[in-house]
């Protein structure tokens, strides 16, 4: 089990940035794979990014380049620094973490409550 906390969302205008972080109950380095995906209203949820304990990460087209990911161990946290900010940005961020590696298509078990972040153009 582990519970996640996301916060940093907030309101920006196109071309801003934003950075949001994740906070885990445990240890993160014992998490294979954490990941963040949006939802925004009237559409379906979709993955942002992943990013495995090595610190490998995939990005969903839309964001590459724009988005990063990391994960602080040593903090337990896992980031998502959002530059270059679009009005279709604008979503609810979920963070997930489940017990098995990226690399592989599988489930997220674990959420947090979500943070909204709104870009205005």
């Known amino acids: 089990q582990v519970q996640l906390v996301e916060s940093g969302g907030g309101s920006v205008q196109a071309g801003g940035s934003l950075r949001l972080s994740c906070a885990a109950s445990?240890?993160?380095?014992?998490?294979?794979?954490m990941g963040w995906f949006r939802q925004a209203p009237g559409k379906e949820r979709e993955g942002v990014a992943t990013?495995?304990?090595?610190?490998?990460?995939t990005y969903a087209d839309s964001v590459k380049g724009r988005f990063i990911a990391s994960r602080d161990n040593a903090k337990n946290t896992l980031y998502l620094q959002m530059n270059s900010l679009k009005p279709e940005d604008t979503a609810m961020y979920y963070c997930?973490?489940?017990?098995?590696?990226?690399?592989?298509?599988?489930?997220?078990?674990?959420w947090g409550q979500g943070t909204q972040v709104t870009v205005s153009s």
């Open positions: 997930a973490a489940r017990g098995s590696t990226c690399r592989y298509q599988s489930n997220f078990p674990y």
């Open positions: 445990r240890s993160t380095y014992l998490i294979p794979c």
């Open positions: 990013i495995d304990r090595d610190g490998s990460t």
